[in-house]
């Protein structure tokens, strides 16, 4: 079972930034565990479906983004700490949400909801104008 917990979400102006990190943990998880996850993010705004962000394969090799956020949002992740970080620049409004990550065993950048195994609870980000 893995355990995957949001922070670093809150308020914040257009045009602004902020990191999320999401860490891993699980009764019998360890580093090696964390590294044989891809781990995404999605979110999702008020009467909204939840829709992908972006996704980084296990190695940090490769990620891909959703075309609303590319260019404006990093993913990065750290396999010594167990945790996955999604750094959000150049903030809009449109990007209010509450942001989930994810982990997956499946394959490398998985970008739709049923290929991931394990959500976290999300945190909020608004954005305002």
């Known amino acids: 079972q893995v355990h995957l917990v949001e922070s670093g979400g809150g308020l914040v102006q257009a045009g602004g930034s902020l990191r999320l990190s999401c860490v891993a943990s699980?009764?019998?998880?360890?580093?090696?565990?964390?590294?044989?996850?891809?781990m995404g993010w999605f979110r999702q705004a008020p009467g909204k479906e939840r829709e992908f962000v972006g996704a980084?394969?296990?190695?940090?090799?490769?990620?891909r983004y959703a075309d609303s956020v590319k260019g404006r949002f990093t993913l990065s992740r750290d396999n010594a700490l167990n945790t996955m970080y999604l750094q959000m620049n150049s903030l809009k409004p449109e990007d209010t949400a509450v942001y989930y990550c994810?982990?997956?065993?499946?394959?490398?950048?998985?970008?739709?909801?049923?290929?991931?195994?394990?959500w976290g609870q999300g945190t909020q980000v608004t954005v305002s104008s």
């Open positions: 980084i394969s296990r190695s940090a090799a490769s990620s």
């Open positions: 699980g009764r019998t998880f360890t580093r090696s565990t964390f590294s044989s996850y891809a």
């Open positions: 994810a982990a997956s065993t499946r394959i490398v950048t998985p970008d739709t909801e049923s290929q991931y195994d394990y």
